[in-house]
């Protein structure tokens, strides 16, 4: 699929990109993306949070070029929404995670490799201009996560991400009503139930198939083994969960900082700090695991108490907008983390989509601090909010 220029006038925001998104890449691999697990309760909350937070601007200030620049674990980024870890997403688009990193460098911000990667972490590094984190699962086993630790550090990743809400992927039940795990198989038997859809997509099916089709997983080698198929990931996944005895195995043959990511609690995120960890990343991993969880924004007020400023808090899930950036910066989150905004972008039109996203949430977050009166990102706080979310 070659990159298009997106039309500015109306490609307008996050949720017209999510559109173009679902009339470009097959049912399987849109629902894949943009469900949830269970009822979707969680997934849709995530959003609500936001939406039911009100502001309380200043009025008669008149500030412009505000300031949007936050550092995160020493990083200065160009405002404060870092592109969070997204499986399979070269499935979406051919540009996959190179040009996502690509598209995030370019914007002056991070980008999180996951494990589960189309692309190797050394050519995603190779593509980029911008800092990278890498996500860390346990699948494979310790000895393959080993071997991509250690392979990120002399690659020049500046921090790892230990996701620690997944001992089981969620059930999300679109996956296997529109074939997501048939899409994978190598043959092309198991794909036929869902083949109308898929040649209902010509052009993603030509970009896939000159892609080489189905990737393999270059982060995950398993000695003697070579890397994993994309397909065994469902089943190496159940048996991988990461816990806080993996947390200090790593802050031992890590150097960097360690973000632990995927916690809901005060007392999770102290236990991170006492394992040893540099932030913590407030979610539920964008309504994809347990269902009915709250909504990371809620949480994040709990989170930032318990630490005290001793790590960075980070959150995500549901941020749709700039201003929502600006809420949770408000409740005391130093940077937000984006998911389903960037990779809706990237499966709408490639590389250019995801700049495209960045640069919707940048120009929000900038007019939101106008229109709040606020000149300068670091002076949010919760006087900027509601008398709800004041206490
Ligand atoms: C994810 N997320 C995720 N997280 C992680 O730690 N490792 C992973 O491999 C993945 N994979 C993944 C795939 C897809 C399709 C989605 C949508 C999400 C969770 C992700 O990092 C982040 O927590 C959420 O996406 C944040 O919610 P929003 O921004 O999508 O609402």
Redesign the pocket.
Known sequence: MPNRKLNPSSIVNIEDLRTMAERRVPRSVFD??DGGADAEVTLAE?CRAFRETTFRPRGGVAVYNCKTTVSVLGYEIAFPAIL?????IRLMHADGEAGVARAAGQAGTIYTL???SGHKLEDVKAASTGPLWY?V?LIGGRQAAEGAIDRARRAGYSAL?L?LDTPLAGKRERDPRNGMKELLAPALLPKARFLPNILAHPRWLASFLLDGGVPKLGNVVVPGKGPMDLVDVGAALSHAGASWEDLRWIREMWPGPIVA??LLTGDDARRAVDEGAQAVVV?N??G?QLDCVSAPLHALPEVVEAVGGQVEVLM????RRGSDIAKAICLGARAV?????Y?YGLAAAGEAGVARAIQILKDDLDLTLTLLGCASIDQLDATYLGAAHRR
């Open positions: 894949y993306l995530n969070a870890p997204v499986s399979y996951p494990t589960i996500q699962y991400v996701t990511k995927g979610s991993h964008g994809r995500d899930g549901g941020v983390l984006i998911g389903r905004a990779a």
